[in-house]
């Protein structure tokens, strides 16, 4: 008898290890995803978010569903993140064995600020909230000794590091800060503690935070038409980063590893050059 995807990936990979997991927001978060999966393979963790987040957000739904602990800590102070990982020990009664960083968000996106004309002072915002927040994380883990030998810490990541995708924005550049940090913080921990770090890029998903990008629908059909595999979706990033938190894949880290239907790799695909020629052929007869 032929079973499921998510029965066959049922297997406790993560029974007895704690995790940490920032940033889900609501039932559409990539983060709220994870959490789901993690709890289903056995794992115990703590929710963090920002308290503005907390309240207007449906955090406290998914703390019951899955018997976790939810503590308020702004990810770009290192006052709080000391404090989540002293509280999230304290909690799960041992050191933490993998991590979430799953945070994001542009101010100047949010104002309507095109790349050509930013405020500075928001994108300082941007890459402090959605990149320098990964570096105080794990440098204040690193000097607390918080993380386990052959622990795993994950971001999520987008192409748009690697290629100019128009509307994306300031973002672009924070996503590259983001995995330049993966990679040179991977050598540092993974020496010292054999922590590993990898981000993952992954296809357009249509969550909360996705839906603020400039054409994101647009963006959404082009990728998927572009994909053999088509997009990933926010459930299956879920089971990708529970394979990267499991014993799995000890000797996996500085990486970053494209989740996206193989849209890194196409160049164009026989739906793409298909709409290509028959807007080509529209505007010749307008002609």
């Not at 004309?117 to 909230?129: A, C, E, M, N, V």
């Not at 913080?185 to 010292?192: E, I, N, T």
Request: proline share 1%; net charge neutral; aromatic share 10%.
């Amino acid at each position: 008898m032929r079973r499921n995807f998510n029965e066959l990936i049922m297997y406790n990979l993560l029974k007895g290890k704690r995790g940490i997991i920032f940033g889900a927001l609501d039932e559409n978060s990539i983060a709220w995803k994870v959490a789901e999966k993690a709890h289903e393979e056995g794992a115990n963790f703590t929710l963090t978010n920002t308290s503005v987040a907390i309240r207007y957000g449906t955090l406290n739904k998914l703390a019951e569903k899955t018997g976790a602990q939810v503590i308020a800590a702004d990810a770009t102070s290192l006052t709080d993140l000391e404090a989540l990982f002293t509280k999230s020990i304290e909690i799960l009664g041992g050191k933490i064995d993998f991590v979430l960083h799953s945070i994001g968000m542009s101010l100047n996106v949010r104002k309507g600020r095109t790349y050509n004309d930013l405020d500075y002072g928001f994108l300082q915002k941007t890459q402090d909230i959605s990149a320098v927040s990964f570096h105080k994380m794990i440098q204040t883990a690193k000097k607390m000794d918080a993380i386990s030998e052959w622990g795993s810490i994950v971001a999520l990541s987008y192409i748009a590091a690697q290629r100019t995708i128009f509307g994306y924005n300031d973002m672009s550049d924070t996503k590259a800060l983001l995995e330049s940090i993966a990679r040179s913080f991977g050598y540092h921990y993974g020496k010292s503690r054999k922590v590993r770090i990898n981000t993952i890029s992954q296809s357009p998903t249509k969550t909360t935070a996705g839906g603020g990008i400039y054409g994101f629908d647009y963006l959404y059909k082009y990728a998927e038409d572009m994909s053999p595999l088509g997009n990933a979706s926010a459930d299956e990033c879920a089971d990708y980063t529970i394979t990267l938190f499991s014993d799995l894949t000890k000797k996996v880290t500085m990486q970053n590893l494209f989740h996206d239907g193989g849209f890194s790799t196409m160049g164009i695909s026989q739906e793409v050059m298909d709409m290509y020629i028959q807007g080509i052929e529209c505007e010749n007869k307008k002609e």
